[in-house]
């Protein structure tokens, strides 16, 4: 089974799924921030904070190095470059190194490009209108990025196996153009020039997803806020469309989406639900998913305006998936649980203060609880926390 790890994303000063936020200045460590709270059977606490480069936006978890502890990835879109931060096991890191990728780069997504068992990065570079591939060395190191054109001012990307080859493929979503570009992975690393789709608004964020149960990977994208509402549940933050795939690699026509998103099973019946936090309203709103690829009913759940992030997670450790909202402009990260039935609580816990930009959930310690990592744009750091669970 091919490994696609995505990265967390921000949408500051944005209403949709899109990494277009992040603090100036240098790249200088921060204070640690006083963050500590007891959530359900789980205490947080701050370990370390570590510094990236200057306007970091997106934040990924995942075993580069493969010493089977997880390290940290940051895109730095006022520095042009990516920061990699080594995981030790403990919950602390080693300094960042930097690799050089393209302009303003946003979303990044890893995957084994090349079949050589080691990881490698795909970044959307969204100052410009291409991608930047970074192959892994297997010791936490990348070679030199190699570009790719994609549609113009590329906010989101996406890898998966999209004509059943077994070679990973990545997709973009490009608000300047108004498409999605897909690119056929060699399975060497390369990839084919991209092929586009309309889509008819400017599309902000997207995954890939099997939403019809055919067997084959479709594309869920969101707009942005001013997309033309074909469902009455979006039009005042977008609507979120699917462009289905055939297995082959190929779509069909596309429509548009909503704001920041996140699919996970919520309620057990093995079908995927989609997640929804709308920065402008203020809402969590939570959509069943049915059968034959489409969404049910809407249950909606309120939160305080601001929200940057959403991360599915069982914090309780119930077995259940509870969702974790960071508010930047509160510096809270609001965390809502699960109930049995599979709807959220509607009063959230805000349990860490921490000025959050992104959120990523991991075991950094080797101890099995789940412990956050939290961008923080402002101060171009990563604060750990750790997780002590009952």
């Given amino acids: 089974m091919t490994r696609v790890f995505v990265a967390a994303l921000s949408a500051f000063a944005c209403a949709s799924l899109v990494a277009c936020g992040g603090g100036g200045g240098s790249a200088s460590a921060a204070s640690d921030t006083d963050a500590s709270a007891t959530v359900a059977a789980c205490t947080y606490a701050a370990t370390s904070n570590n510094a990236v480069g200057t306007g970091a936006r997106s934040l990924l978890a995942v075993d580069i190095n493969g010493d089977g502890h997880l390290d940290l ?48 990065l795909a970044v959307a570079d969204s100052g410009g209108d291409g991608i930047s591939v970074l192959l892994g060395n297997g010791d936490g190191t990348f070679q030199t990025a190699v570009n790719y054109v994609t549609g113009g001012l590329p906010r989101a990307i996406a890898a998966g196996d999209l004509d059943g080859d ?141 929200a940057v992030s959403v991360t599915d997670v069982d914090l309780a450790g119930n077995g259940q998936v509870d969702v974790v909202v960071a508010d930047f402009e509160r510096s809270t990260l609001q965390i809502h649980l699960r109930k049995a ?33 939290v961008l923080q744009a402002a101060g171009n750091s990563v604060q750990a926390l750790r997780a002590t669970c009952r």
């Fill in 73 to 120: 990835v940051t895109t730095n879109a006022g520095a042009d470059s990516i920061s990699v931060l080594l995981g030790h096991g403990d919950g602390s890191f080693s300094p960042h190194i930097d690799h050089p990728v393209g302009s303003a780069p946003g979303m990044l997504v890893a995957g084994d490009f090349d079949h050589d068992g080691k990881l490698d």
């Fill in 166 to 306: 077994g070679r990973l493929d990545l997709v973009t979503a490009n608000a300047a153009d108004h498409s999605v570009s897909v690119l056929r992975g060699n399975g060497d690393g390369t990839f084919l020039a991209p092929v586009d789709y309309d889509i008819g608004d400017a599309p902000a964020g997207l995954l890939l997803i099997d939403a019809d149960g055919d067997g084959a990977l479709d594309v869920v994208v969101t707009g942005s806020a001013s997309a033309a509402a074909s469902s009455s549940e979006f039009k005042n933050g977008g609507v979120i469309g699917v462009l289905l795939g055939n297995g082959h690699g190929g779509f069909t026509a596309a429509a548009s989406g909503s704001v920041l998103f996140t699919m996970v099973d919520l309620n057990g019946d093995g079908l995927l639900d989609l997640i929804a936090v709308s920065r402008t309203m203020g809402t969590v709103s939570v959509w069943a998913g049915q059968r034959d690829g489409s969404l049910g009913a809407v249950s909606r759940h309120s939160i305080t305006a601001g």
């Fill in 341 to 373: 039935d599979g709807s959220l609580e509607d009063a959230p816990a805000e349990a860490l203060s921490v000025g959050p930009h992104t959120t990523v959930v991991g075991d950094f310690d080797g101890d099995s609880a789940p412990d956050l990592a």
